[in-house]
């Protein structure tokens, strides 16, 4: 059982930086797999970002490749999101998720709002 809190999230201008940390507690945080996910307005939540529990893999939707990288800090229990470049399109609320094979666990979601 894990429970994950983001924060991080706030108004940014286009082409800003934002980085959106998620604070994990309960069992082990080393031992999951973790992701970020985003939602914007009238659309399905969409995966971002994910890093295997070993942190020796990494992925990206396209959209984001090369603009946010994901990162975690196990001596912390923090899993980050560091967003550059951004777009009015990031706009969304931002949810990090753990499991160990699915995504079992989430957060509450933090709003990161991108203007143009």
């Known amino acids: 059982q894990v429970q994950l809190v983001e924060t991080g999230g706030g108004l940014v201008q286009a082409g800003g930086s934002l980085t959106l940390s998620c604070a994990a507690s309960g069992r082990s945080f080393s031992v999951y797999n973790m992701g970020w996910f985003r939602q914007a307005p009238g659309m399905e939540r969409q995966f971002v970002a994910s890093i295997s529990w070993s942190a020796g893999s990494t992925q990206y939707v396209d959209s984001v490749k090369g603009r946010f990288t994901i990162s975690k800090d196990n001596a912390k229990n923090t899993l980050y999101l560091q967003m550059n470049s951004l777009k009015p399109e990031d706009t969304a609320v931002y949810y990090c998720?753990?499991?160990?094979?699915?995504?079992?666990?989430w957060g509450q979601g933090t709003q990161v709002t991108v203007s143009s």
């Open positions: 998720a753990a499991g160990m094979v699915n995504y079992d666990y």
